[in-house]
């Protein structure tokens, strides 16, 4: 069967950098990604990987690699707005996203 | 980045009345729309794949005549849920996936919170 596994909670501390892993077994890979969703709101985009390696956008990074079936997300300089839950989700062979039942981020001063 | 709005944000109405909830791509062409329900501190829960022009490809355990989706153009999706009840009380997400190179990205509507009286 195809799974995706992620924390379900995290807590860290503003100022700090913290990791969020995800592990994917899946029929396939067409590329994986990490979306950011407040309690609330939609899942805004956060980044994709579809190569192994770190892609950088400011202060998020995310890593792949594809022979591990593992991918981590990489926050610094955490402020309170980065409480959020954070969407793991991996395109299958057939560009069917599977989702991650997502990690709470708890930022605490 | 692409857009796609979804309309109402909110709606509140009485058991047994029908809601339509519409999702739109407004600057890019969506062959694929997804419907979403989401509890709360719960992960989205994929509910249809809609694609333009054809049926809704429905997840397990997801009610056909419950929740009607159609698809009739590239750009607008509707879930239709039939004879709301309290327990259809739900958040609400259209995504669609298009906007250039199709990298597989989604671009997700605003939400519709939806509660039933």
């Known amino acids: 069967g195809q799974n995706i596994d992620q924390p379900t909670e995290m807590t860290a501390t503003e100022g700090a950098i913290v990791q969020i892993n995800c592990t994917y077994q899946?029929?396939?890979?067409?590329?994986l990604f990490w979306y950011q969703q407040h309690a609330g709101e939609a899942p805004t985009f956060l980044s994709y990987?579809?190569l192994d390696g770190l892609e950088e956008k400011g202060r998020f990074s995310s890593f792949l690699s594809r022979s591990k079936g593992y991918s981590y997300l990489l926050l610094k300089e955490l402020q309170m707005k980065d409480s959020a839950s954070y969407l793991c989700?991996?395109?299958?062979?057939?560009?069917?996203?599977?989702w991650g039942a997502g990690t709470k981020l708890i930022i605490k001063p | 980045g692409a857009v796609v709005s979804q309309h109402p944000s909110w709606v509140i109405c009485k058991s047994g009345t029908s809601v339509k909830i519409e999702c739109r791509s407004l600057?890019?062409?969506?062959?694929?729309m997804f419907w979403y329900r989401q509890f709360p501190k719960q992960s989205l829960m994929l509910m249809a794949t809609?694609?333009?022009?054809?049926?809704?490809?429905?997840e397990q355990g997801v009610e056909k005549d419950k929740f009607l989706i159609n698809h009739a153009s590239l750009t607008l999706s509707t879930l239709t849920v039939t004879s709301a009840h309290p327990e259809d009380s739900s958040f609400y997400i259209c995504?669609?996936?298009?906007?250039?190179?199709?990298?597989?990205?989604?671009?997700f509507g605003e939400g519709s919170r939806l509660t039933v009286l």
């Open positions: 990987n579809v």
């Open positions: 809609s694609n333009e022009g054809s049926k809704a490809t429905y």
């Open positions: 899946t029929s396939g890979f067409n590329g």
């Open positions: 600057d890019f062409q969506a062959t694929t």
């Open positions: 995504s669609a996936k298009g906007g250039g190179e199709d990298t597989g990205e989604l671009f």
């Open positions: 989700a991996v395109l299958d062979s057939n560009y069917q996203l599977i």
